[in-house]
């Protein structure tokens, strides 16, 4: 039994159109999907929801596919056990299955969704860095009709999204690009089980001995994710070696503004940055020459 900080009427629905009339219809209504963040927070008297719509018997918003154009598409409903149970997953996008792979306990794993993770905007969530890295696609939807946002410009700041007042994310959309196939992810925790303080994801392609592709995001570390703009352009056309990535990661800190809390102070953070960048990039050219899978 789950107590809250105070009385909410809750709404259940099937249909998406439905959902979309309720959240316009009650004043203080709030989509309630995995309702990890949600329920935490209506607890300790965080969140001003007075009504909650429940999305859960949504199937249509459940969904692990590969389009036409190699573009990994998942439904916002998806688990992110489904997420680490699905091959497709596994192979097409490796750094989306590590963030699942080191996440969270088995309840969260099994409740939690990658929609509710996404509109949260937790600094700790272990998915805005691969969105970034990835250039992910957010599709809301409104009675006013579908939306997309582009992950660079998605999230405001912590806790905080672009997405207007009616909207509901119904997918999310990870385009092809180079070294998808073999990007990773590192994250630093405090505990097993505890958000991580830190995480970074990266991929990188080698030619002819010189890095040709990288990308590198870091969520965590600042109140919204960021891409790496500096540390792809230090790296990019260089020879590749383990001390040219280590050397690149220590650009990581540069210009970022970050934040302290009960998890960690600000110059941990930063200081942890370096380190997750290096790893997550060295995992990552591993894996372009098939060393780690």
């Not at 018997?57 to 149970?85: C, P, Q, W």
């Not at 073999?182 to 010189?210: L, R, W």
Request: with cysteine; proline share 3%; net charge positive.
């Amino acid at each position: 039994m789950v107590y809250l900080s105070k009385e909410v009427e809750y709404l259940s629905t099937n249909n998406i159109v439905e959902a979309l009339t309720l959240l316009s219809k009650y004043k203080g209504a709030v989509v309630l999907a995995g309702g990890q963040t949600l329920i935490q927070s209506m607890r300790i008297g965080h969140s001003n929801a007075e009504v909650l719509v429940d999305i859960n018997k949504i199937g249509e918003l459940s969904y692990i596919k590969m389009n036409d154009d190699n573009v990994l598409s998942v439904g916002s409903l998806t688990r992110h056990a489904e997420l680490e149970k699905s091959s497709l997953v596994r192979t097409e996008f490796p750094a989306l299955y590590d963030t699942i792979s080191m996440c969270c306990d088995p309840q969260v794993r099994n409740r939690g969704t990658i929609g509710g993770s996404v509109a949260s905007a937790l600094p700790s969530s272990n998915y805005s860095s691969v969105l970034l890295l990835a250039d992910a696609t957010i599709i809301a939807r409104s009675l006013k009709g579908v939306k997309t946002y582009a992950s660079r410009t998605f999230f405001k700041s912590a806790l905080t999204t672009v997405l207007s007042e009616g909207e509901i994310i119904t997918g999310i959309e990870f385009p092809d690009f180079e070294g998808r196939k073999s990007s990773a992810f590192a994250q630093q925790n405090i505990t097993a089980n505890s958000p991580p303080i830190a995480n970074a994801a990266a991929s990188i392609v080698v030619e002819s001995g010189k890095i040709s592709h990288v990308r590198v995001a870091l969520g965590g570390v600042t109140p919204s994710p960021v891409r790496l703009d500096n540390v792809e352009n230090d790296l990019l056309g260089k020879k590749i070696s383990e001390e040219q990535l280590r050397e690149a990661s220590k650009l990581t800190g540069q210009g970022l503004k970050s934040f302290s809390d009960a998890n960690a102070s600000k110059e941990y953070r930063l200081s942890m940055a370096n380190v997750l960048v290096f790893r997550a990039l060295r995992r990552a050219y591993d894996r372009f020459r098939g060393v780690d899978i």
